[in-house]
């Protein structure tokens, strides 16, 4: 409920320590102070018992009469808190003395001090002492007893003219003293009963005040809390709930402002929602409508296979049957005009197969078979396949292949056509020079690249020389034939193999082509 990170509790904790320093200052400054005030007026009590003793018993010390001193003590043994007393004559001599019946004797028998006759002999004030005496405290007052020595009748005789003069004149003297003592025992047990109220008090306060506390920062925290358990309400989406904004203070005011964030949020979210939906609506139909192309290109695709495949093989079969059997039997020209055909035949054959092979990939039928590649018999097979076209006299055509190069478990077949269709543009594209092919392995990839010095590519073709169709600044060139599939089909059948094909050209410079495959497919998966 209080986690200690939150704002509530942030308050609770804060507020609680103080109110107990404060209510713990204040108890005990009071109980200081009740004790202080209790005591100073036992002490009065004390001196002024202490002092009118001593004056009520001045002729009894005098006269050292016994039932005079008794009578004297009277006036103080049965008043309250009296602990002991006892009255000194001539030399502090004790002449009498009474104490309560608990107390020892031993308090009050005691003859006078050294430091207190001195003291009592030099002055007329009264001297106090605090002690503690096992458990009691008690607080003693020593009261001289003093005598003017005008009462002596014969100086009364002397002073006959101005008595008042006679008596001002003459130094008291001091005759005895009278020793009293109080007991602190009531003032203690009002002490402890007090400290007993207080304290129970300051914990009945303190339970109350944490709880009005925590009211307190339930109450300041809970606007709050709503607001944040609104805040995440809206974050999961239910924005047209509106959080209560009554109050007219900060809180109000940032939980009006929070209503018309969402209310903005939820205007917005509508207007967005609308847009899905009616963008979805063409989607749809765009979607059905390529469908509806796509099934008709594989149909046209099947018939393309049925209507012109099959019967150009048949056209090339013969072709072929005819320029065996006919051999010698022509003439020359008759004879260029069949190669003439076969050579066309077989064009229109390849770009044939070429459609075929991207419209399979491009519905998904390619089937993906991973095994061990052995690239340098690939490329052995490639090149034969690309030499006769390879124009020997003014390029040469270079094979880098490191000797002790990891396996490859791929596609051997895919990969095979996309060294032969990259092999087949290096011979296409370049009339003098060289044409190099290089394998490497780092990292767990593979690199093939085919680097040629032939006619390169224009910058603005790089981009699109992969798509279908696409053959760039040379289309109207009847120098170099072709349908612009080569690189579409590389491109795609790289993809398949989970790879990478790159193109680095320039016109007049040259162009190297960098395919990039997984080491094993197999670990990879395929794509
Ligand atoms: N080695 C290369 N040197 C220069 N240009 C190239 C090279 N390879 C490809 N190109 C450019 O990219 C175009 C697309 O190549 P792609 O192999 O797809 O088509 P193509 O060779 O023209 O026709 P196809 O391969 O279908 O017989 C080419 O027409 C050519 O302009
Ligand atoms: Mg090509």
Not at 436 to 449: D, R, T, Y
Not at 450 to 466: C, E, M, P, R, W
Request: hydrophobic share 40%; proline share 3%; charged share 25%.
């Amino acid at each position: 409920m209080l986690r200690l990170t939150s704002f509530r509790a942030r308050i609770f904790w804060s507020l609680v320590p103080i109110f107990f320093a404060l209510f713990v200052l204040l108890g005990v400054v009071d109980l200081y102070q009740q004790g202080q005030l209790a005591e100073e007026e036992v002490a009065k009590r004390a001196q002024s018992m202490a002092e009118n003793l001593a004056y009520s018993s001045r002729l009894a010390v005098l006269t050292e009469d016994k039932s005079l001193l008794n009578a004297a003590l009277q006036s103080v043994t049965g008043v309250a808190d009296f602990a002991y007393v006892s009255i000194y004559g001539e030399r502090w001599t004790p002449l009498i003395n009474a104490k309560r019946k608990q107390i020892e004797s031993g308090l009050i028998e005691s003859e006078l001090t050294e430091e207190y006759r001195n003291k009592l002999s030099q002055s007329t004030e009264s001297l106090i002492k605090t002690y503690t005496r096992g458990t009691e405290r008690y607080v003693e007052f020593m009261a001289p007893i003093t005598s003017i020595q005008s009462s002596l009748p014969y100086e009364l005789q002397i002073a006959s003219g101005d008595q008042t003069i006679a008596e001002s004149t003459k130094e008291p003297q001091t005759i005895g003293a009278v020793r009293l003592a109080l007991s602190m025992t009531r003032v203690d047990a009002q002490r402890a009963s007090f400290l007993k109220w207080r304290g129970s008090s300051l914990v009945v306060f303190l339970c109350l005040s944490t709880i009005v506390i925590y009211i307190f920062s339930v109450k300041i925290t809970r606007p709050i809390n709503r607001l944040t358990e609104q805040a995440k309400r809206m974050s999961r989406g239910y924005l047209n709930e509106e959080i209560p904004a009554d109050s007219g203070d900060e809180i109000g005011q940032l939980a009006t402002a929070f209503n018309e964030m969402a209310r903005a949020l939820n205007n917005q979210y509508l207007v967005l929602e609308r847009k899905v939906a009616e963008r979805t609506k063409e989607l749809t139909k765009v979607n059905e409508k390529l469908a509806e192309t796509s099934e008709h290109k594989s149909r046209f695709l099947a018939n393309v296979n049925h209507e012109l495949r099959t019967p150009l093989s048949s056209i090339i079969g013969y072709a072929r049957l005819m320029q065996r059997e006919t051999e010698g039997q022509i003439s020359s020209l008759q004879r260029e005009n069949l190669e003439d055909l076969l050579g066309n035949a077989e064009r229109l054959l390849g770009m044939i197969d070429s459609l075929l092979d991207l419209a399979k990939i491009e519905a998904g039928k390619m089937d993906v078979n991973v095994g061990l590649v052995r690239i340098d018999e690939l490329i052995q097979g490639a090149a034969s396949s690309i030499e006769p076209m390879l124009n020997k006299q003014y390029v040469s055509f270079i094979r880098d292949i490191p000797p002790n190069m990891a396996p490859l478990y791929s596609d051997p077949e895919k990969l095979r056509q996309i060294v032969l269709n990259l092999l087949e543009n290096a011979v296409k594209f370049t009339d003098f020079g060289e044409i190099k092919i290089s394998v490497s392995q780092a990292n767990g990839n593979f690199k093939l690249a085919v680097a040629d010095s032939g006619i390169g590519v224009a910058q603005a073709d790089l981009k699109n020389i992969f798509e279908e169709f696409e053959r760039g600044r040379i289309t109207h060139d009847g120098n170099y034939r072709g349908t612009g599939l080569g690189l579409a089909i590389v491109k795609r059948l790289v993809d398949v193999l989970g790879g990478s094909v790159v193109v680095d050209s320039a016109v007049g410079r040259g162009s190297t082509f960098t395919v990039t495959l997984p080491v094993n497919l197999d670990k990879t998966g395929p794509v």
